[in-house]
Each structure stands twice: as C-alpha cells, then as structure tokens.
C-alpha cells in the first residue's frame, strides 16, 4: 500500500501502462470504480497527474484525444494492405509503421492514464466519470482503426516474417514483432475483434 500523502510520479510511457495495471487490479478487486464505498477512496494518495495534463479542462487533452482520433484513421489509410504480402512487407516499412504506431499509442495511454488516474483517486466526482467516459471511447475508435496491424503481421507467413523480426531496422521492436505471432492460432478475424472491443468497458484493455 502507499503511504498518505504519496506523490506518484508519471513522466514515463511505462510508468504510466504499470499505473494503469495497479489501477486496474484495485478497480477488478474491489468490483469497479463505481461500486467502491468512502472507505475505499484513494484516501491521502495525490496523483502527481502535472506531468499529463494541468487540468481536467487543460485545452491540451483534448487536442491529443483528437489528434490520436485523426492520427488513428490516417495510419490506417496509409498501411492498411501494405503489410500481408507476398512474399512479407520489406522491414524498412515495418519499422516505419512501428515508429509511427508507437507515438499513437503511447500519446493514447497518456491520455488514458490521466483519466484512470484522475478518477480513481476520486471516483465519486462526476466529472471525472465523465472524462474517463470520453478519454475511454476516443481509445477504443483508435484501437479499431489500427487493430488490422497486428492482425495482418499475424498473418505473414512465417519464412517471411523472420527476416523482418532479426533485420537491424527492427530491432527495436523484436520482441513486439516476436511474441505477437505467438497468439497466430487464437487469433480472431477483424470484424470480430473489433466487436469484442468495442464491448470491452474500460479503455484501459484496449492495448
């Protein structure tokens, strides 16, 4: 447990996906956010949530919501059907499409996390149910726009995966690209993967 008058710092992208965790697991616990009584308030614990944003009405959050909105749709437009090929995507591509994915969602999280965050500290303010509610919404329209990425590098046949997983220009990312194909057997078509998440109920396991 944190002591009272904790201050949590969350400059980082993985600082803010393991906040996100902790905040997930008390939530699942305790039966959600919106079943806690008083007692299980994050009493004495202060988000230091100033690296984020300033403010729940910080004009900043709202301009990255919409920029990830409108990022989500072009990224999709640009890659979509470039990457299940024959013969395998070139991995100058993979790692252009990566480099360009991870700014999304990292930018994504960090809006999402200030609103888990936000709310959980105090959950019985309306108003932050009701930014969570939208922060939560905006991610799911980005998981569904860019959900054929790893959809369709599931798809690439093996021989000409690896090339791409072990070139130089991908190293960054060898373990993302590795341990996706691993799920290739359980993996739903799109239109069905899109339904699931868009009934997932918190943004927080859209990624």
Same mark, same amino acid.
């Given at each position: 447990?944190?002591?009272?008058?904790?201050?949590?710092?969350?400059?980082?992208?993985?600082?803010?996906?393991?906040?996100?965790?902790?905040?997930?697991?008390?939530?699942?616990?305790?039966?959600?956010?919106?079943?806690?009584?008083?007692?299980?308030?994050?009493?004495?614990?202060?988000?230091?949530?100033?690296?984020?944003?300033?403010?729940?009405?910080?004009?900043?959050?709202?301009?990255?919501?919409?920029?990830?909105?409108?990022?989500?749709?072009?990224?999709?437009?640009?890659?979509?059907?470039?990457?299940?090929?024959?013969?395998?995507?070139?991995?100058?591509?993979?790692?252009?499409?990566?480099?360009?994915?991870?700014?999304?969602?990292?930018?994504?999280?960090?809006?999402?996390?200030? &609103? +888990?965050?936000? !709310?959980?500290?105090? $959950?019985?303010?309306?108003?932050?149910?009701?930014? *969570? #509610?939208?922060?939560? %919404?905006?991610?799911?329209?980005?998981?569904?726009?860019?959900?054929?990425?790893?959809?369709?590098?599931?798809?690439?046949?093996?021989?000409?995966?690896?090339?791409?997983?072990?070139?130089?220009?991908? &190293? +960054?990312?060898? !373990?993302?690209?590795? $341990?996706?194909?691993?799920?290739?057997?359980?993996? *739903? #078509?799109?239109?069905? %993967?899109?339904?699931?998440?868009?009934?997932?109920?918190?943004?927080?396991?859209?990624?």
């Amino acid at each position: 447990m944190l002591p009272p008058g904790s201050r949590i710092d969350v400059k980082t992208c993985r600082d803010r996906i393991e906040l996100m965790r902790f905040v997930q697991t008390f939530e699942d616990d305790e039966g959600g956010a919106g079943g806690r009584s008083d007692s299980l308030q994050a009493t004495g614990i202060r988000w230091d949530l100033g690296d984020l944003y300033s403010s729940p009405g910080d004009p900043q959050l709202q301009e990255d919501m919409n920029w990830c909105a409108e990022e989500a749709e072009s990224f999709a437009k640009a890659y979509r059907g470039r990457i299940d090929v024959p013969g395998g995507p070139k991995a100058q591509l993979i790692a252009e499409v990566l480099e360009r994915y991870e700014t999304l969602i990292d930018k994504t999280y960090k809006c999402l996390s200030y &609103a +888990r965050l936000l !709310h959980s500290a105090n $959950s019985l303010e309306a108003a932050h149910g009701a930014l *969570l #509610s939208r922060v939560q %919404e905006n991610a799911t329209k980005v998981q569904t726009s860019v959900m054929f990425l790893e959809l369709d590098w599931i798809a690439v046949e093996e021989k000409d995966a690896k090339p791409v997983i072990s070139s130089p220009l991908c &190293a +960054r990312w060898k !373990h993302f690209l590795g $341990s996706t194909r691993r799920y290739r057997p359980h993996t *739903l #078509s799109e239109k069905e %993967e899109i339904i699931l998440a868009e009934k997932s109920p918190t943004g927080s396991k859209a990624f």
